[in-house]
């Protein structure tokens, strides 16, 4: 027989929530001025923005962002009928600061205990790479930083806890969110996934080594 307090537990975990958000919207530039679009960029025939979105949608959370900017006409195309919440970021020029604070501002995300922070460029992260980071994050009861690691090397996804969604607001700048979680004073647990928590595609060589095929 399981003791009251597992049970306890187990139902605590059980209503820990976590929303998506899916970045979106940089301008890729070190693609080449006027070249092709590495979310526009085909993986066994589905360009790269919709397969992230797809493998966020596939995961027990309860709600999946995308933040669009750069070229958004033709990733809001190329998400086309995935029930998803896509978030324009009118300043995305200015770095990943101003499409972090347009996915945490977003409806949806601010009653879940975390957010998921995905990147759209990472072509080999999986639905169960996904569900293992929020499975962790969920038997913390909410209260960790969760981030995905390769041989103890911190990569991403990452999961923050609720709590510090006001600091993710007041970030400026071409910055993301790996000071707020050295200074939070939260636990950080880390979820190996392999490879696929440090393969992003930059390049076109990226694109093309991951198995990609380029679009104009």
Sequence with gaps: ??????????????IVSVAIVLLAAGEASRMGKG??????AEF???????RAAMTALGADAVTVVVVTGHRGAEIESALSGLALISVENHDYASGMASSLIAGFGAAG??????????????????TADINALIATFRS????AVVRA???????????????????VLRLVGDVGARHIVEMSG??????DIGEA??????TPEDVIDAGGILRA
């Design 197 to 202: 928590a440090h393969m992003d595609v930059d």
């Design 1 to 14: 027989m399981q003791s009251p307090l597992n049970d306890e537990s187990r139902e605590l975990e059980s």
């Design 149 to 167: 690691v390769s041989n103890g090397k911190p990569g991403n996804p990452v999961i923050l806890p609720r709590s510090l969604a006001d600091a």
């Design 109 to 126: 995300v601010n009653n879940p205990h975390g957010v998921l922070v995905m990147l759209a460029d990472m072509p080999w992260v999986t």
């Design 186 to 191: 939260l636990p950080v647990i880390e979820v």
């Design 44 to 50: 066994d025939c589905v360009p790269l923005v919709r």
């Design 140 to 143: 913390s009861l909410g209260q």
């Design 35 to 40: 070249k092709a679009h590495k979310l526009l």
